[in-house]
């Protein structure tokens, strides 16, 4: 991040834990998921964008996404600390993603839409992710389309989510600049 306030770093710090705590208590209902209904593992991947969609969306600043999907990986780690990589990976590459069509319009343009395809996207390439590592061979095809559906929808719908709650919170005055008083 180029020149960031601690008012930007303290926010995506906010954030960060608070999805840090939406995705560790998520991560449990994940282990349930692939224990019990793997097809529907995925429904519990969007939880990871939540933090870094309201980053971006209330700062609308370049980094913020990653930083906030940073400290969201730290603190559901402290939920799961057999897990510490995969939150904090998942955090990261969920926020590097994120980033991706702001990085190419320069962070110049910040389009719902953009939100929202980058959501899709990142789930599908989480979904290629998984689809390789539990092994396609050992499902069948309609197994993989549910799959694929779930892991696609779930972090649009998290970006919507995400995004209704930047609002909300740039309503109460948390993303204005005021200057301090001595």
């Known amino acids: 991040m180029h020149r960031a306030s601690t008012r930007i770093l303290l926010t995506c710090a906010a954030i960060g834990v608070g999805g840090g705590l939406v995705a560790g208590a998520s991560g ?49 780690a402290a939920f799961a600390p057999w897990w510490f990589w995969r939150y904090v990976g998942t955090g990261l590459l969920v926020g590097v993603l994120l980033e991706i069509p702001f990085l190419i319009a320069r962070y110049r343009r910040w389009d719902p839409w953009m939100f929202y395809v980058a959501g899709g996207l990142a789930g599908l390439v989480l979904a290629v992710g998984v689809f390789f590592a539990l092994g396609a061979e050992h499902y069948a095809w309609w197994a993989w389309v549910v799959a694929l559906v779930c892991w696609v929808a779930s972090p649009v719908l998290f970006t919507w989510i995400g995004r209704l709650i930047a609002r909300a919170l740039e309503r109460s005055g948390v993303s204005r600049n005021q200057p301090t008083r001595a």
Do not use: N, W
Not at 54 to 76: E, F, H, N, Q, S
């Open 28 to 76: 449990y209902l994940a282990a349930a998921f692939a224990a019990f209904g793997p097809l529907f593992y995925g429904l519990t991947a969007g939880s990871h964008f939540l933090p870094s969609v309201v980053a971006l969306a209330l700062l609308k600043r370049p980094g913020t996404g990653l930083l906030a999907g940073l400290i969201a990986g730290l603190v559901g």
